[in-house]
Antibody, heavy 120, light 107 residues
Framework: EVQLVQSGAEVKKPGESLRISCMTSGYTFTDYWITWVRQMPGKGLEWMGRIDPSDSYTNYGPSFEGHVTISVDKSIGTAYLQWNSLRASDTAMFFC?????????????WGQGTTVIVSS | DIQMTQSPSTLSASVGDRVTITCRASLSISTFLSWYQQKSGKAPKLLIYATSSLQSGVPSRFSGSGSGTHFTLTITSLQPEDFATYYCQQTYSAPDTFGQGTNLEIK
């Protein structure tokens, strides 16, 4: 069974750093992109960026570039979303999802989501 | 960035109804469009990709059509489990932007 299992909820202070994870299983990790999606409380879905685990090539959405870093560890089939300095406006639910091929396909398997709360 | 606009924002319907949700792109995206269903507090679920390809396991009452800038998601014979929020997403060009969502609620 294909699974994407995300790390647990986090409560952090502004300015702190954070890395959340997306652990995959049941498929060949390097055959699928991993995308990260943000959902702020009561709001819609926002595409943050994606990574090709085979070579770590990344695309970022303009609202997120420079503020977050997407990375992978191929040896353990895990993707990461990282902040060096959190803001209160980063409070949201974050989802990872896999994508077989850019353009032609949709994101067919999703993680359960990770809630991040940033508050002083 | 390509802007995606869904209409309506909220749709009230009854079990058994046929409903259509519209998604418009700010420029042509060919047929590179996906649809997702999200229930409260849960991860989105892929329904349709490439405008009209039904994802494995998704009931055939869901269908998609369109090309260029105008797309539709149609649900025939609504079931109780279909009441949720629906999002379109263009996959033509990064960032792969989503529409703002359509909340399908019970009348």
């Amino acid at each position: 069974e294909v699974q994407l299992v995300q790390s647990g909820a986090e409560v952090k202070k502004p300015g702190e750093s954070l890395r959340i994870s997306c652990m995959t299983s049941g498929y060949t990790f390097t055959d699928y992109w991993i995308t990260w999606v943000r959902q702020m409380p009561g709001k819609g879905l926002e595409w943050m960026g994606r990574i090709d685990p085979s070579d770590s090539y990344t695309n970022y959405g303009p609202s997120f570039e420079g503020h977050v870093t997407i990375s992978v560890d191929k040896s353990i089939g895990t993707a990461y979303l990282q902040w060096n300095s959190l803001r209160a406006s980063d409070t949201a639910m974050f989802f990872c999802a896999r994508l077989f091929e850019v353009r032609q396909y949709g994101m067919d398997v999703w993680g359960q989501g990770t809630t991040v709360i940033v508050s002083s | 960035d390509i802007q995606m606009t869904q209409s309506p924002s909220t749709l009230s319907a009854s079990v058994g109804d046929r409903v259509t949700i519209t998604c418009r792109a700010s420029l042509s995206i060919s047929t590179f469009l996906s649809w997702y269903q999200q229930k409260s507090g849960k991860a989105p679920k892929l329904l349709i990709y490439a405008t009209s390809s039904l994802q494995s396991g998704v009931p055939s009452r869901f269908s998609g059509s369109g090309s260029g800038t105008h797309f539709t998601l149609t649900i025939t014979s609504l079931q109780p489990e279909d009441f949720a929020t629906y999002y379109c997403q263009q996959t033509y060009s990064a960032p792969d932007t989503f529409g703002q969502g359509t909340n399908l609620e019970i009348k």
